[in-house]
């Protein structure tokens, strides 16, 4: 792979830190008896709620048929429920459930064990990291949008 100017290398670091990120998480959560599947997805509704659809798209940067087949099966699951948006009487806001909550309560220390086991592996101050995620993030969702 050539590294040149621009460095496309960097996309390909994101996608395999994303990919270990998956990793860790989702042993730390096994490990709690939390089920993994949907668990991002409802910590994205929990830290926006009440958000539409539309708002966890952008945020997300999944696509909107994906957004409604994970609404779909976190409503069959019980874990989010729809409201009427009163912004707008066509669409509605999401919202955890109380099984979605106590899913989110169980699954919140698992996510904390696997950040205690990676903080030490940083060879600078999560902060700056996350500074720098987001910026990215940002910029990533940006660029999307060119296409």
Known sequence: MRQDAG?????????TAGSLVNL???????????PAHDFSFLGWIAQLEPVTPGR?????GLP???IRDYIRRCGARGTVRKQPN??????YQLVLSASGR??????WPAVQKAFLRLEPELERPAAEYLEAVRALRAAL?????LT
């Not at 460095?7 to 996608?15: G, K």
């Not at 009163?86 to 669409?91: F, T």
């Open 7 to 15: 460095n496309p290398a960097l996309l390909q670091e994101l996608y």
């Open 24 to 34: 860790l998480v989702s042993a730390e959560l096994a490990k709690a008896r939390v």
């Open 56 to 60: 966890l798209a952008a945020e997300t």
């Open 64 to 66: 909107p048929t994906t």
């Open 86 to 91: 009163p912004a707008d009487g066509r669409s």
């Open 102 to 107: 106590r899913l989110m309560d169980r699954g």
């Open 141 to 145: 969702r940006r660029a999307s949008a």
